[in-house]
């Protein structure tokens, strides 16, 4: 359950600009690298570049995985783990867009099971 919430803290505080890069950082250092994996890829493709948010959003995106080598290795590491290739051939991570903590909740229902 811990996973799930931190999960949602780190999607809430990238896409809302509610935290720092540091306290982002030590949330994705912690949760599962597909957790990580799906937040950051979420918010890359639900913030198009069109979208006028996307500035904000995908800045501190960059920020949070500039500054840390060891996030960008867990961000690949997640990338390559079935768990993350299943959720790509079922779902679009832009169906989700507005309703992140459900796409949350199926990866980490996957995780568990």
């Known amino acids: 359950m811990s996973e799930r919430i931190d999960a949602g803290r780190l999607l809430e505080g990238l896409e809302n600009g509610t935290q720092s890069a540091a306290d982002a950082a030590l949330i994705a250092d912690k949760i599962d690298p597909v957790l990580y994996y799906g937040v950051i890829r979420f918010l890359r493709e639900c913030y198009p570049?069109?979208?006028?948010?996307?500035?904000?959003?995908?800045?501190?995106?960059?920020?949070?995985?500039?500054?840390?080598?060891?996030?960008?290795?867990?961000?690949?590491?997640?990338?390559?783990?079935?768990?993350?290739?299943?959720?790509?051939?079922?779902?679009?991570?832009?169906?989700?867009?507005?309703?992140?903590?459900?796409?949350?909740?199926?990866?980490?229902?996957?995780?568990?099971?």
């Open 49 to 113: 570049a069109s979208d006028p948010a996307a500035t904000a959003v995908l800045g501190r995106v960059v920020e949070l995985t500039s500054k840390n080598p060891a996030l960008v290795r867990r961000f690949k590491e997640g990338e390559q783990d079935p768990i993350s290739e299943w959720f790509a051939s079922e779902y679009s991570y832009r169906e989700f867009r507005g309703r992140g903590h459900e796409m949350i909740d199926r990866l980490v229902d996957k995780l568990e099971s």
